[in-house]
């Protein structure tokens, strides 16, 4: 089971979504998230988990529990995995590759996001309007369309506006700013 970790042997495959595990208990654990059964409950909030160590994980949460530091800059995480994926903006690493574009990536998830760029999947969906988007990013933003939320005011007139780069944009009446130049007249 070791020598898994250093050969990246991976020979146990979940059977409902293909991820692959180094040990059969953990293979097991994440069997169990598919059927449901969450065992664990957080005893401060009720959340339910189908393993014990992401119980134990979430129960930093309540407790600002950082035990996890970076030996470069000092930051902190809750998680261990977290650490080890901010050290790669120490280091450079980036393991994961895009297998449409070959784009490498230093973080899961990231490329998760990366790849609905070439599937087209959009699960996050407004419930006003039904527009699909492929991040919960893009989906916030758009529904300030709909909640005419403005955060950002010009300091100098105070107008608002729902978008930062709305703002930025504006700011350039007052600051008479002409960053873009035409490459024929030079206008």
């Known amino acids: 089971m070791h020598t898994r970790i250093h050969s990246g042997e991976k020979p146990y495959c979940c059977p409902e979504c293909g991820d692959r595990?180094?040990?059969q208990s953990s293979l097991?654990?994440?069997?169990?998230?598919?059927?449901?059964?969450?065992?664990?409950?957080?005893?401060?909030?009720?959340?339910q988990f189908?393993?014990?160590s992401h119980l134990e994980n979430h129960k930093r949460v309540h407790s600002g529990?950082?035990?996890?530091?970076?030996?470069?800059?000092?930051?902190q995480f809750a998680l261990k995995g977290t650490l080890q994926t901010h050290k790669r903006i120490h280091t450079g690493e980036k393991p994961f590759c895009c297998s449409e574009c070959g784009k490498q990536i230093?973080?899961?998830s990231v490329l998760n996001f990366?790849?609905?760029?070439?599937?087209?999947?959009k699960p996050n969906c407004c419930s006003e309007c039904e527009k699909r988007c492929s991040q919960v990013s893009n989906l916030q933003t758009h529904?300030?369309?709909?909640?005419?939320?403005?955060?950002f005011s010009c300091y100098e007139c105070g107008k608002q506006f729902s978008y930062r780069g709305s703002l930025t944009t504006h700011m350039r009446i007052h600051t008479r700013e002409k960053p873009y130049c035409c490459s024929e007249c030079g206008k």
């Open 21 to 23: 595990f180094r040990i």
């Open 28 to 47: 097991n654990s994440h069997v169990n998230s598919h059927n449901g059964r969450k065992l664990y409950c957080c005893s401060d909030c009720g959340m």
């Open 50 to 52: 189908t393993q014990s």
């Open 65 to 75: 529990e950082k035990p996890y530091c970076c030996s470069e800059c000092g930051k």
């Open 106 to 108: 230093s973080d899961k």
């Open 114 to 121: 990366h790849m609905r760029n070439h599937t087209g999947k």
């Open 143 to 151: 529904i300030k369309i709909h909640t005419a939320e403005k955060l």
